[in-house]
């Protein structure tokens, strides 16, 4: 944990609940015990992804840490194990998918199915804001884009949402964004994305986070009654991976790598949302 982060737990701690809980929420003092729950965390080897399974499992969480780099993954669980040497690969499983494939996410299902869990929370997280250009890694969707940061977690949700059910109270938090929800647009003539191939990528992420909160809202209206609610959270401006990973030929990356360096927060504030909409006892059934 860095110094500025000790200094903020510190101080936060010394603040009494009635007044911290409302405004300054934190983990290590608010969270309640997870211990028997278990959770899904899509890119969860890093950014804000990281610290969403690094606190679940401080609460006493299971942990499947999904994700496409496997060696990032492993790299996280170190990590993890640095900070909290209890933490084992049975706490934090490291499990394989690619958000970008029908097929990696169907085995990806398939194979936790197979480890008899219950499932308490879905959190999709992983996500790309300029991404290569062309198909998902089965050819099946036109943008990669899009269906890294949409059609991947809607079918990984629709495939686990039986799961969830059974397992209920359960919840699931979606990753949005407040630029896509304000600039993103919906082409109701072309929901494969088609057009976004050749349009500029900032498009695809806009409209890909504009369609996950869609789906947001209508899921969790959809859910009402079932034990499962369903959040979308806004990580604000964090320093993660996602403007590093972009193409550096695009204008728009560069300027926000630039801007993180000097603006962007540290992940661990970025989580907060998710693991509030995560544990919070009074958010059941909101």
């Known amino acids: 944990m860095t110094s500025h982060l000790i200094v903020d737990s510190f101080l936060t701690g010394l603040l009494p609940d009635w007044l911290r809980q409302p405004f300054l929420w934190r983990p290590q003092h608010d969270m309640v015990d997870l211990f028997?729950?278990?959770?899904?965390?899509?890119?969860?080897?890093?950014?804000?992804?990281?610290?969403?399974?690094?606190?679940?499992?401080?609460?006493?969480a299971t942990v499947i840490l999904a994700t496409h780099n496997m060696p990032g993954a492993r790299k996280a669980v170190r990590d993890l194990q640095r900070d909290m040497p209890h933490v084992t690969e049975?706490?934090?499983?490291?499990?394989?998918?690619?958000?970008?494939s029908f097929t990696s996410i169907t085995k990806f299902v398939t194979d936790f199915s197979a480890l008899s869990l219950p499932l308490h929370g879905l959190v999709n997280a992983a996500g790309e804001a300029m991404g290569p250009a062309g198909r998902g890694a089965d050819g099946k969707m036109p943008s990669h884009t899009l269906v890294t940061n949409y059609y991947g977690p809607f079918y990984l949700t629709h495939l686990l949402l039986q799961h969830l059910t059974t397992s209920a109270p359960a919840r699931i938090v979606n990753f949005c964004s407040a630029l896509g929800e304000f600039m993103g647009k919906v082409d109701w003539n072309d929901l494969r994305g088609e057009k976004l191939v050749d349009s500029d990528p900032l498009a695809a992420y806009n409209a890909s986070k504009r369609m996950l909160s869609m789906m947001t809202k209508e899921m969790a209206v959809r859910c009402k009654g079932t034990g499962v609610d369903v959040f979308a959270v806004h990580p604000g401006f964090a320093a993660t991976n996602l403007w590093h990973k972009s193409l550096r030929c695009y204008p728009a990356a560069r300027a926000f790598n630039v801007a993180e360096e000097w603006f962007a927060q540290h992940p661990f504030y970025g989580a907060l949302p998710a693991l509030y909409a995560l544990s919070e006892p009074h958010l059941q059934d909101e």
């Open 90 to 100: 049975t706490r934090v499983h490291p499990m394989f998918v690619d958000m970008t």
């Open 36 to 60: 028997g729950k278990v959770y899904i965390v899509t890119g969860g080897n890093s950014g804000v992804g990281f610290q969403v399974v690094k606190w679940l499992a401080a609460g006493n």
